[in-house]
């Protein structure tokens, strides 16, 4: 999770951020790292002084990207309507459908829809976790479904897909289209909105699942030290912004997003086995039932299973680095487990 996973959500994201800060100021190549780096470094300041400054800013964000979500989804039915063409292919677009590339864009989309399992990281600083993490995990999915599926048909209904499977800043191409040059920057702004909202929550769950590994002996314990003052991980959050500053610095975010996007629902097929595992343990207390088992698992276990395998032959060298990275976690592991271990039997 840390090396790859999170992280490299964390930098993708803050490329994105960047890209769009680059709509209203020129910036190279290293101009946008920069500007990533630097937004990951004042969210991880903002979450390291207090759980509070940091949820205060979440929901204040949250509220903002939802409603710049809800103006891009607007204007590009409204607006578009004026347009002569809608949901057109383009030129040179090779439309052709095969297993791989099916499997690539469920992958895309997977990858798209991301962060849903992110609530259940706060659950021991959730007021009433048993009620509140399952309503905000199936209200939440719903809504940012609703969100992208929406905003994928309106870039479509505006834009040729061709430009849009070309543009790096689609949403602004968009605006671009509706609005004439100049479009573009309220567009932006939009995004840049969205984006540092994503990345505040993202920013925020993370260390605590450090911070829990660390107290489990499934990581270096100086990683759970709590901050006497403010209270917080900090040391999860130190590491967890250093490193993704470094993963921004190293990769663009096609690198990024190859790297991440398939070692992730590893890690979630790997949940999902676990469950029938769980499930044959008769002291295991269920507090959950949900209709569908065993098939809704295997269903998605298969799946997962396919697009990994997938994922790795159609780009198995950006595949290995984002699977090494992953392995780098197991001498940590085995270190810490063995430390345990002796501790506990001591």
């Known amino acids: 999770m840390f090396w790859v996973m999170h992280s490299g959500i964390i930098a993708a994201i803050a490329v994105i951020f960047a890209r769009y ?6 910036l190279g190549d290293w101009g946008i790292k920069g500007v990533a780096v630097v937004c990951i470094l004042v969210l991880s300041a903002v979450n390291y002084v207090g759980v509070n400054h940091g949820s205060t800013l979440q929901t204040a964000l949250t509220l903002a990207k939802v409603l710049a979500i809800a103006l891009m989804i607007t204007f590009g039915f409204v607006v578009g309507s ?3 063409v809608h949901f057109a292919t383009g030129d040179n677009l090779d439309t052709t459908l095969t297993v791989t590339n099916f499997f690539l864009a469920v992958g895309a989309g997977l990858f798209t829809y991301g962060g849903w399992h992110m609530v259940a990281y706060n659950s021991e600083e959730t ?10 995990l199936i209200l939440g999915t719903v809504i940012v479904t609703i969100c992208y599926i929406a905003m994928t048909a309106a870039y479509a209904y505006v834009l040729p897909l061709s430009r849009v499977a070309s543009s790096t ?3 602004a191409d968009a605006a671009d289209a509706l609005f004439g040059f100049g479009g573009g920057a309220l567009m932006s702004g939009l995004v840049v909105i969205s984006a540092f909202g994503s990345l505040t929550g993202i920013v925020l769950s993370g260390p605590r699942v450090y911070y829990a590994m660390a107290s489990d002996g499934l990581l270096l314990r100086w990683v759970g030290h709590i901050h006497p003052k403010f209270r917080t991980p900090s040391r999860a959050i130190l590491v967890q912004a250093i490193w993704s500053a470094v993963l921004v610095t190293t ?12 070692t992730e629902w590893i890690f979630f097929c790997l949940m999902a ?3 029938f595992v769980l499930r044959r343990r008769p002291q295991i207390a269920r507090d959950y039932h949900v209709w569908g088992y065993p098939i809704v698992p295997a269903i998605f276990i298969v799946s997962v299973i396919a697009i990994v395998i997938n994922q790795i032959a159609s ?11 992953v392995l780098l976690g197991l001498p940590v592991y085995y ?4 430390k345990r271990r002796i501790e506990e039997n001591t």
């Not at 800060?21 to 020129?26: A, L, S």
């Not at 975010?253 to 996007?261: D, E, K, N």
């Open 21 to 26: 800060v680059g709509y209203f100021v020129p």
């Open 273 to 275: 086995i676990g469950l």
């Open 251 to 262: 990769g663009t975010y096609g690198t990024l997003f190859r790297r991440v996007i398939y």
């Open 335 to 338: 270190v810490t487990a063995r």
């Open 315 to 325: 780009d198995p060298a950006e595949s290995f680095v984002g699977l090494s990275l």
């Open 169 to 171: 800043r689609v949403a």
């Open 127 to 136: 007021v009433a976790p048993r009620k509140t993490i399952p309503r905000a």
């Open 82 to 84: 004026r347009l002569p």
